[in-house]
């Protein structure tokens, strides 16, 4: 096999007829790239095989994250978001497998906690740090859903299976609801406060990356709405591998102890 292999996709930032046409034929490029680089060919059969257990895999993530929305969740914030990537860079049929092993056996254990902990939602940028995870929770909170391109947003809804195959994942990844590339930050707030509705969340952490300037500029927005509604929110900012992470704990213990008590 040829393994030096590259394609860039472009990726429209505004959704209308003449960028979802253009998102189709960008998708045929890519196909007929690996065919070309690869010696193979990727029918429409495999496509829907393909979108089949994709679909299988977003069912199965949707149905774990139900779990969440009991009082006092069976499963930790951090447990979930290793379960999430497991499934981005796991062989599909085989996740799918073991989560639904995994969710049989969680729908026996019965939760005898009648604890009902500060319900915390990120959101924001690409997300999974465990050192603030454990802050959150060590603090009694609970972190209950992720609004981003690694949580809820990477396996909410389903590919159209009747459609053909290009044309509905291009529409499928235009009109899912995205990260802050695309410009409708009125789309991300009502997305954010249906989740926050839906898992009856107390406080919201946006997280972004440094120099992500998308998310930057999302965040007054979301902010001034936020707190017009009385949802407390905390902005903070870092790396994937977080150098500061000493101060951003302080921070996100004083923000949930003072929204907490």
């Known amino acids: 096999l040829k393994l030096d292999y590259s394609f860039f996709l472009e990726l ?27 010696d193979c060919e990727i029918t429409d059969s495999a ?11 977003r069912q199965l993530l949707q149905n774990l994250y139900r779990f969440r929305k009991a009082d006092s969740p069976l499963i930790s914030g951090h447990e979930t978001i290793q379960i ?48 603030i995870i454990n802050t959150i929770e060590n603090t009694g909170a609970c972190l209950v859903c992720e609004d981003n391109s690694n949580g809820i947003k990477y396996f909410e ?22 990260c802050a590339r695309i410009i409708d930050a009125s789309r991300r707030l009502n997305h954010l406060m249906k989740l926050i509705e839906e898992y009856r969340v107390d406080s ?17 927005y979301i902010r001034s709405q936020l707190q017009e509604k009385g949802i407390p929110v905390l902005h903070v900012e870092g790396e994937q591998h977080i150098e500061n992470i000493e101060n951003i704990k302080t921070r996100i213990q004083t923000f949930l102890e003072t929204s907490m008590y």
């Open 204 to 220: 919201v952490i946006y997280f972004s990356l440094k120099f992500c300037d998308t998310n930057l500029m999302d965040y007054p």
């Open 84 to 131: 999430v990537k497991a499934s981005m860079c796991g062989l599909k049929a085989e996740f799918n497998r073991k989560l639904s092993d995994l969710i049989a056996k969680m729908e026996e254990q019965e939760n005898s906690s009648k604890r009902k902990p500060h319900r915390v939602l990120i959101c924001g940028s690409y997300f999974d740090n465990k050192e």
């Open 157 to 178: 809804g389903e590919i159209d299976l009747d459609m053909d195959p290009v044309h509905a994942i291009a529409d499928f990844y235009l009109e899912k609801n995205t």
């Open 12 to 38: 429209p930032k505004e959704i209308n007829p003449l960028s979802r046409d253009y998102y189709r034929l960008q998708l045929r490029r890519f196909i007929t790239s690996i065919e070309d680089h690869f």
């Open 47 to 57: 496509l829907q095989d393909a979108i089949r257990l994709s679909n299988q895999s």
